[in-house]
């Protein structure tokens, strides 16, 4: 591969050689020093698989052009591996690069029914369940879409050669954006030998007038270091999903809710348009961080759901930025009540806990590194946010209910500016609705213009 690689003009394959390593497995090690932001290696354009290389060549081309739809971006990718992978003879260089790349992956889409019980619960858990029914369904499409067109014996495309090329490209290709909004992913024939390592800076450059693909130093090397790329800053559920491998206790860990509403739910074509004003969609997934537990995308999003009185909902279409700010005190207790006792849900719905699982992985019963202790690692994680989450949403809840109790109309009431946001033990209330507080008057003048339209219909409403 390499001989084919320099034949192309590729820079740099001398300096480093393919070793196998603690943890990351196979990687490329240096055999010189390197200075932070030197050029380690350069890959020639000619042999970068991408889309349009993929609909360049004389055989591959004309099949791709005649199939509709038009495969997406990923089944491109697929179907030019396994077309090359199944020539027997050309393509040469490609060939020895399909040689090299491994024969099997630990994406999540190949565990075992137990392996994937152990993250029971989690959102990786119920994406992989989908997706492997998507991955199959796909599949059907694809092998129609080419059976006559003889391009890949079917022997050789079977669902198991797909997922093999499906997962060859989510785990070793590079995404990059170019100027003008475009995009483009391609794999990098030795450059995709680089493991990730979240310490290095992101190091991996595309350059669009040579279409060549290098890799700088993202810190100093030694000789025999280990050389690193930054894959980006991935959670444990989306590295396990794509690049079969997780990081213990990863700090990008996160949860991704989804809030969905029956079309059938009272006022639903309004709702509707509120969250389409907010920027939400009726079904809407939310990722929920360490940074982040409790995006106020879902405030939005169940302030809207649990509106349940006309007036309000018409005033509120007539300004729809309403929802940014809270609607009503009882509102905000609903939801806030409901968004504690759904995570709490969510929470008991994980099939192992996650002090289970802290002792289950304290005592090895998970083989480290292993699927199952991979998914146990993603259950934590996961478990982790959803608990920040509900410790956020209670300690809104106890503000709110402290709001409520204070009681309307008393002046001097505990709460929180529907302004700024401030806690004070001394608040006003709005003289008409008595129903949001501010921390003065200034607040209160400029909260006035987002206010005035859910103030006139709670005011109509409470007579
Ligand atoms: C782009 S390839 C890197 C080369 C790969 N190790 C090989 O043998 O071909 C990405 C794959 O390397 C492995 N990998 C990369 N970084 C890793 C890490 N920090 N820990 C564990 N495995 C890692 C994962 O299997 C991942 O899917």
Same mark, same amino acid.
């Given at each position: 591969?390499? *001989?084919?690689? +320099?034949?192309?003009?590729?820079? &740099? /394959?001398?300096? /480093?050689?393919?070793?196998?390593?603690?943890?990351?497995?196979?990687?490329?090690?240096?055999?010189?020093?390197?200075?932070?932001? #030197?050029?380690? =290696?350069?890959? %020639?354009?000619?042999?970068?698989?991408?889309? +349009?290389?993929?609909?360049?060549?004389?055989?591959?081309?004309?099949?791709?052009?005649?199939?509709?739809? !038009?495969?997406?971006? #990923?089944?491109?990718?697929?179907?030019?591996?396994?077309?090359?992978?199944?020539?027997?003879?050309?393509?040469?260089?490609?060939?020895?690069?399909?040689?090299?790349?491994?024969?099997?992956?630990?994406?999540?889409?190949?565990?075992? +029914? +137990?392996?994937? #019980?152990?993250?029971?619960?989690?959102?990786?858990?119920?994406?992989?369940?989908?997706? *492997? @029914?998507?991955?199959?369904?796909?599949?059907?499409?694809?092998?129609?879409?080419? =059976?006559?067109?003889?391009?890949?014996?079917?022997?050789?495309?079977?669902?198991?050669?797909?997922?093999?090329? /499906?997962?060859?490209?989510?785990?070793?290709?590079?995404?990059? $954006?170019?100027?003008?909004?475009?995009?483009?992913?391609?794999?990098?024939?030795?450059?995709?030998?680089?493991?990730?390592?979240?310490?290095?800076?992101?190091?991996?450059?595309?350059?669009?007038?040579?279409?060549?693909?290098?890799?700088?130093? &993202?810190?100093?090397?030694?000789?025999?270091?280990?050389?690193?790329?930054?894959?980006?800053?991935? %959670?444990?559920?989306?590295?396990?999903?794509?690049?079969?491998?997780?990081?213990? &206790?990863?700090?990008?860990?996160?949860?991704?809710?989804?809030?969905?509403?029956?079309?059938?739910?009272?006022?639903?074509?309004?709702?509707?348009?509120?969250?389409?004003?907010?920027?939400?969609?009726?079904?809407?997934?939310?990722?929920?961080?360490?940074?982040?537990?409790?995006? !106020?995308?879902?405030?939005?999003?169940?302030? $809207? @759901?649990?509106?349940?009185?006309?007036? $309000?909902?018409?005033?509120?279409?007539?300004?729809?930025?309403?929802?940014?700010?809270?609607?009503?005190?009882?509102?905000?207790?609903?939801?806030?009540?409901?968004?504690?006792?759904?995570?709490?849900?969510?929470?008991?719905?994980?099939?192992?806990?996650?002090?289970?699982? #802290?002792?289950?992985?304290?005592?090895?019963?998970?083989?480290?590194?292993?699927?199952?202790?991979?998914?146990?690692?993603?259950? /934590?994680?996961?478990?982790?946010?959803?608990? =920040?989450?509900?410790?956020?949403?209670?300690?809104?809840?106890?503000?709110?209910?402290?709001?409520?109790?204070?009681?309307?109309?008393?002046?001097?009431?505990?709460?929180?500016?529907?302004?700024?946001?401030?806690?004070?033990?001394?608040?006003?209330?709005?003289?008409?609705?008595?129903? $949001?507080?501010?921390?003065?008057?200034?607040?209160?003048?400029?909260?006035?213009?987002?206010? !005035?339209?859910?103030?006139?219909?709670?005011?109509?409403?409470?007579?």
């Amino acid at each position: 591969m390499e *001989s084919w690689l +320099e034949g192309y003009g590729a820079v &740099g /394959l001398n300096d /480093l050689e393919i070793a196998d390593f603690p943890i990351t497995g196979r990687g490329l090690r240096t055999l010189k020093c390197f200075k932070e932001g #030197e050029t380690i =290696l350069t890959i %020639p354009s000619r042999t970068l698989w991408t889309v +349009e290389h993929a609909y360049a060549d004389a055989t591959l081309g004309p099949v791709l052009r005649s199939i509709s739809p !038009k495969p997406s971006l #990923e089944d491109t990718l697929v179907l030019y591996i396994l077309f090359v992978r199944s020539r027997k003879s050309g393509y040469d260089g490609p060939r020895k690069h399909v040689a090299a790349l491994p024969a099997s992956y630990s994406s999540s889409i190949f565990f075992t +029914e +137990e392996q994937l #019980e152990v993250c029971a619960g989690s959102s990786l858990y119920t994406v992989t369940k989908q997706l *492997s @029914q998507r991955i199959e369904d796909d599949y059907r499409i694809l092998i129609m879409q080419i =059976l006559e067109r003889d391009l890949i014996p079917l022997d050789e495309f079977t669902i198991d050669d797909y997922k093999w090329a /499906l997962c060859t490209v989510w785990s070793r290709a590079m995404d990059f $954006v170019l100027p003008g909004e475009k995009s483009i992913r391609l794999l990098a024939p030795f450059a995709d030998m680089l493991n990730h390592w979240s310490e290095v800076k992101q190091c991996h450059v595309y350059d669009p007038s040579s279409g060549n693909l290098s890799v700088l130093a &993202g810190k100093d090397y030694e000789v025999g270091d280990q050389v690193f790329i930054n894959y980006g800053r991935i %959670p444990n559920n989306r590295l396990l999903r794509l690049y079969g491998f997780v990081i213990p &206790g990863n700090p990008m860990d996160c949860y991704d809710l989804v809030l969905t509403t029956h079309p059938m739910a009272p006022f639903f074509e309004q709702k509707r348009t509120l969250w389409a004003s907010a920027g939400l969609n009726t079904t809407s997934t939310i990722t929920l961080t360490f940074a982040d537990p409790l995006p !106020k995308e879902i405030l939005r999003y169940l302030r $809207v @759901q649990r509106l349940d009185d006309s007036d $309000v909902i018409n005033t509120a279409l007539r300004q729809p930025n309403i929802v940014d700010a809270r609607i009503s005190d009882s509102n905000e207790t609903v939801i806030l009540q409901f968004l504690v006792e759904s995570i709490s849900g969510l929470l008991d719905s994980f099939g192992t806990s996650a002090e289970k699982l #802290e002792e289950q992985l304290a005592e090895a019963v998970y083989p480290p590194g292993g699927n199952a202790w991979a998914a146990a690692q993603v259950s /934590l994680g996961e478990q982790r946010v959803l608990r =920040l989450a509900r410790k956020r949403a209670e300690e809104l809840l106890a503000a709110a209910e402290g709001r409520n109790k204070n009681g309307r109309g008393s002046p001097s009431a505990q709460g929180r500016c529907a302004n700024c946001d401030k806690i004070s033990g001394q608040m006003m209330l709005c003289g008409r609705c008595k129903s $949001v507080k501010y921390c003065g008057r200034t607040c209160q003048i400029a909260h006035f213009k987002g206010h !005035k339209a859910i103030c006139r219909a709670t005011t109509s409403r409470n007579g």
